[in-house]
């Protein structure tokens, strides 16, 4: 029973840093209508620049998101400024190709300057928890990448309803004729949603990079929890992509734990597939 | 003194298909000009290469003095060219207030914006008893009146709107038309496009007469007949 109870905490632990993850893919779906085949290799990038700036400047992982933060606004930014945004007009596959290609070129870059090692964030709040009960405890990283992700999702929702450049990018996912004609630079804010986008993507790759090890080639596992999460949410609603987080990390790790760990992965495409079938709009659109 | 806005022979393509063809018209400051013209005229067209939205592939467009041929969109509206878009184009899932804050975006708008608020309300006193509401739940009529609101918003010289009656009650039409009057005296310059021959030439000083892309007869309102304007009108 213990151990059942210990696997929900974590798995709804883990579920809102999964919200987190799912929440600035969810954005570019809804904003942008691009499907980001790069967001889970730019959140290992992300990760891989908390690892160098740690080496760098010996800073803990929290302290790099003070460079990590940015440095990932600037390349989404730069992304969709300098190349998405050229080839919006022309359909939705040169865009998809695009990201599919900064996919490849992440993971290759990666492989070149640090090898295919398994690489880790170390910090020494990982091995620390706080004890419920005797057998239950709440593992501290855990509780921090759930806030994290429950954080970023809250002020982006705070920024997207209070600022003028917030109700810009929903006016322009709402009706991008009407947006220009009230003076909105239609391309500069797709440049600013993506480097949102890619702001989300910096703080939960460096949450991750603490709690698992990551690989080069890690990218596609966060890209198909991204996914599932803006599935099951519905895409562009920020409710359901915390809802979705939560019921994705849970199934996994619950799931994982009657089933055996080896199993954790699968248990997560299977919601994913019903979800699929059964409510492709997701649980939160109309 | 030159004209406040000022189009000479534009013109506009879809792909190979020409909608406007050397199209001209001008607009005197605090006027009402009228572009008429029956569904497929070109008359959407012509607003949208005058907003920037659309390309022009020949011809000018200046506004204010300034040649704003091919600039984009938001810096034409930085200018004071505002624009009520063809059935409104409210922000849908945005509530009532929203979208009138959305109208004042542009640096020129920001910093009035509370006053214009006020102004807007004063105006349309319906919209700020739905100020909380999703724009896209209301009727037909006060969506048009957000988007008059929210082009009014953004402190413009000139406002076009493009049929704004387009498929309301004749009692809302009949309203809506007096607050444009009012802006006019206000001091606001206004370019109407419309399909209804008879209520234009009752509200415009200046009408243009649009047909199959070309703009086919032009005049003083109180010279036209609605005779000679009609048989403009379907070409005939
Ligand atoms: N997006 C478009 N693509 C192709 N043809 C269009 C498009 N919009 C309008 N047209 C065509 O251009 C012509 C002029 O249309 P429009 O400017 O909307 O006329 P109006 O506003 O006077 O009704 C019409 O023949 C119409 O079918
Ligand atoms: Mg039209």
């Known amino acids: ?286 | 003194m030159s004209a406040l806005l000022k189009v000479e022979n534009i013109d506009a393509f879809y792909g190979d298909f020409q909608a406007v063809q050397q199209a001209s018209f001008e607009v005197d400051e605090k006027k009402i000009v009228s572009v008429i013209g029956t569904n497929g005229a070109g008359k959407t067209t012509l607003m949208k290469v005058i907003g920037g939205t659309l390309a022009a592939r020949g011809g000018k467009v200046w506004f204010a003095d300034r040649d704003i041929t091919g600039w984009p969109t938001y810096k034409i509206v930085e200018l004071g060219l505002s624009q009520v878009p063809e059935g409104g184009k409210v922000f849908a899932r945005m509530s009532v207030m929203e979208n009138l804050i959305m109208g004042s975006y542009t640096p020129r708008a920001r910093s009035g914006a509370k006053a214009s608020l006020e102004r807007v309300y004063e105006l349309f006193p319906m919209l700020k008893e739905k100020a909380g509401q999703a724009a896209g739940s209301l009727s037909g009529g006060q969506r048009q009146m957000v988007a008059i609101g929210r082009a009014l918003m953004s402190n413009p010289r000139l406002i076009c709107f493009d049929e704004i009656s387009l498929g309301l009650a004749p009692t809302v039409i009949k309203d809506i038309y007096a607050r444009i009057r009012q802006l006019n005296a206000e001091g606001i310059t206004i370019v109407l496009v419309e399909q209804d021959v008879k209520r234009s030439l009752k509200t415009c000083e200046t009408a243009y007469i649009m047909l199959k892309g070309k703009v086919v007869l032009s005049g003083k309102s109180k010279d036209l007949t609605e005779d000679t304007v009609s048989k403009a009108y379907f070409g005939m």
């Open chain 1, 1 to 286: 029973m213990d151990a059942i109870i210990q696997s929900i905490i974590q798995g709804l632990l883990l579920g809102g840093l999964y919200a987190g993850v799912g929440i600035g893919m969810s954005m570019i779906f809804g904003i942008v209508q691009i499907t980001n085949l790069a967001h889970g290799d730019f959140l290992v990038l992300a990760s891989f620049v908390s690892l160098f700036v740690m080496g760098a400047l010996g800073l803990n992982p929290f302290l790099s998101l003070i460079i990590v933060i940015p440095v990932m606004f600037f390349i989404g930014y730069a992304v969709q400024t300098t190349m998405l945004n050229k080839v919006l007009t022309r359909g939705a596959e040169p865009p998809l190709l695009i990201t599919f290609g900064f996919s490849i070129i992440i993971q290759n870059l990666l492989l070149y300057y640090f090898t295919a090692n398994a690489q880790k964030l170390s910090t020494p709040l990982l091995l620390k928890s706080i004890a419920v009960t005797d057998n239950i405890r709440i593992p501290i990283m855990y509780l921090i990448s759930c806030l994290a992700g429950v954080v970023i999702i809250l002020l982006l929702s705070v920024y997207m309803r209070v600022t003028y450049q917030g109700k810009a990018i929903r006016a322009t996912s709402d009706d991008n004729d009407a947006a220009q004609l009230m003076g909105v630079n239609i391309k500069r804010t797709y440049g600013i949603a993506m480097g949102i986008s890619m702001m989300t993507a910096g703080v939960t790759g460096v949450m991750i990079g603490t709690l698992f090890n990551f690989y080069p080639s890690s990218g596609s596992t966060y890209l198909i929890i991204a996914f599932a999460v803006v599935v099951i949410g519905g895409i562009g609603s920020i409710n359901g992509t915390l809802v979705a987080g939560f019921i994705f990390g849970l199934a996994q790790v619950v799931g994982g734990q009657i089933l055996g760990a080896t199993y954790q992965q699968l248990i997560g495409y299977i919601v994913l597939l019903i979800m699929l079938i059964f409510r492709p709009q997701g649980l939160f659109s109309k």
